[in-house]
């Protein structure tokens, strides 16, 4: 498995585990692929067999077979033949987001809402020729006070919750930064009021969001989406957020390796700046091997360094931190007051939530026994 040193010695605050995880060969090949100056991937068969459940798990099948073309490898026919069909899974569902979502982003622009989405659509629009970018929904926002209101118009659609109510009524809006949506035609759509995590996503607040928003063309659709250098920041922030499994995601970090390679540095940089996020962005890049770092980038955010609460909630949320692999790390990624709420309602919670995850039988006592015991075990 791959594994780059680490300078952490000299920044103490930063966690004691790296960040990106370690891969196999191939993986980071294909991660870095289509980069300057990023190696090809190993033509050696049993690498690429060792390697092709990782590849497929983190929605690279389609970059793999592309660095394959592109160095004249040969894989077996049961490697490329897996890869073919995971690919094209992969696609058909992007499409199928597109075609049914892409209506409904317009129809929200038309109700007056203003929606602009992340990610997905903006991302493969601007990454090099002869790449994708495969996704499974459409990350939308809109004004946290919208948000309501754009939530009963989505239900209207047919819209349902992927997971049932996760607390009181009022996590929804006030402990968390996103729902999740599905419908029965295969549109899907995370509605978002903030860029998460809450406590830095804030910090790209959507009014400046959707000032910089370039109109795009989607299945026949006109939709906003955030300008790259948005894209770019909340990628970054996304590495973190995702699930809540901080790093993990590997197609996270090759967004914003894409996104680093084309945007502009000095623009990155004043934004990041801006937002008080050009710490977060040095400190994901330096997690990088050295010759994947976009180092015009790196050396337009100049050394930067968080403030003491951020140092202190960040090394709270990062593996090997309780906060990595427990839902108590909800309470680092939310402002103060949204914080309190969240524990307040996770200690004294509603009786659905109590039901759903202990049965019918569910009592207080149970549950902050069960509580008690996640907490010391590290469990969700």
Known sequence: MTRWPSQR???PWKPREHLLPAMGPVTTAVLLSGLPSAPGPSPDKGAW???LAEIARSRFSAAALRAAERRGIELEASTADILRSVAAAETLRTLTVDIRGAQVVSDLGRAGFDPV???????AAVIPEGDTRVYVDLDVVVPPSDFKAAMAFLRQQEFVPTLPQQGWAYFERYCGEAINLVRDDGAAIDLHHTIPPWHWGARLPVAELQ????????AGHEIKVVDPVHNLMVAALHVVSDKGYPGRSLWAWRDVLLLASVCDPDAVA????RARLDWWLMFLLNDLPEHARPQRLVGALDHPRPTIDD?????????PALGSRHTIGTLYRLPLPNAIAFAAGRVVPNRGSMVQ????????????RSSIERLRTGQR
């Open 9 to 11: 010695h000299q920044d």
């Open 49 to 51: 067999n060792a390697d």
């Open 117 to 123: 989405v992340t990610k997905g659509p903006g991302i």
């Open 211 to 218: 000032g910089r928003a370039i109109p795009l063309t989607v």
């Open 270 to 273: 004043e934004t990041a700046r």
């Open 311 to 319: 140092r202190i909630r960040l090394r709270l949320l990062l593996p």
């Open 357 to 368: 995850r202990l049965g019918p039988d569910a009592s207080y006592l149970r549950w902050w």
